[in-house]
């Protein structure tokens, strides 16, 4: 975990405070399949280049050109019945803090039960690398 001061890419520091600088470079996976020489080029290219990364969803820059609308037709309903099969461990620990963050940036908020138009279980995938 980061210190939240190094989220820096939207602030008065800039993306190229040094230790955000730091924390990207760190935060790349070389292949080991790379000479010395190479990962060091990647390591400079990427610090080089560290304002286009964002370390966390709290430094991705808002847009306002682009509106999703979904096309619901008026009247449709949706369930509303909660059929969610309990967390695990492993997936709470991952998904509560992903689900904070998403909050704390603004991207996602609490609503009223009377808001509520639909319901869906949550499903985490695994990514495949």
């Known amino acids: 975990m980061l210190p939240s001061n ?7 520091r800039g993306p190229f405070w040094p230790a955000r600088v730091e924390a990207v470079v760190n935060s790349v996976r070389y ?15 990427i610090a080089e280049f ?3 990364f964002a370390l966390s969803v ?7 050109f682009i509106k999703f609308h979904l ?3 008026p009247g449709t309903t949706f369930t509303k019945k909660i059929q969610q099969r ?35 279980s949550t499903v985490l995938v695994q990514k495949a690398h």
Not at 31 to 45: I, N, S
Not at 58 to 64: A, G, N, T
Request: glycine letters at 2%; hydrophobic letters at 35%; proline letters at 7%.
């Open 71 to 73: 096309q619901i037709p």
């Open 86 to 120: 309990p967390l695990t461990k492993p997936q709470r620990e991952y998904l509560f803090p992903v689900l904070e963050d998403m909050r704390d940036a603004g991207i996602t908020r609490f609503i009223k039960l009377d808001e509520v138009k639909a319901v869906a």
């Open 31 to 45: 292949g080991t399949q790379l000479t010395e020489d190479q990962r060091d080029k990647a390591r400079t290219l």
């Open 58 to 64: 709290r430094e991705v820059k808002p847009v306002d």
């Open 6 to 12: 190094t989220f820096t890419r939207l602030t008065e």
């Open 50 to 52: 560290a304002d286009v």
